[in-house]
């Protein structure tokens, strides 16, 4: 039983200290670095809520190729919020885009 505490408690260490800190992509992200771009609009929704808040980030190979910092915008026609995102790249197709999502 104190073994399952011990792995319980360093489980929650780590999130806590993996995710808890805000991840400053934008201190990693140079757009000028690449020669190509594309724009993406994205709504995020977490166990059926809708985000209004937060970073939205789009990564190639573990590498940051574009971010939205200051949360969504409201799209009246929709009435929704999206984030815009430009991706950036160097190639014109080929590459699988994954995101990531942070939000305090």
Do not use: C
């Not at 399952?4 to 992200?29: C, K, M, R, T, V």
């Not at 009435?79 to 080929?94: A, P, Q």
């Amino acid at each position: 039983m104190t073994r399952i505490i011990h792995y319980i408690s360093a489980l929650i260490l780590l999130i806590n200290l993996g995710f808890s800190q805000d991840p400053n992509w934008e201190d990693d992200f140079v757009p000028q670095d690449y020669e190509f771009s594309a724009n993406i609009v994205a709504q995020i929704h977490i166990d059926g809520a809708e985000q209004t808040a937060g970073k939205l980030a789009a990564f190639v190979d573990g590498e940051i190729r574009a971010v939205d910092s200051d949360g969504a915008l409201y799209f009246p026609p929709g009435d929704t919020n999206v984030y815009e995102l430009t991706i950036w790249s160097n190639e014109l197709s080929g590459e699988t885009v994954t995101f990531a999502f942070y939000d305090d």
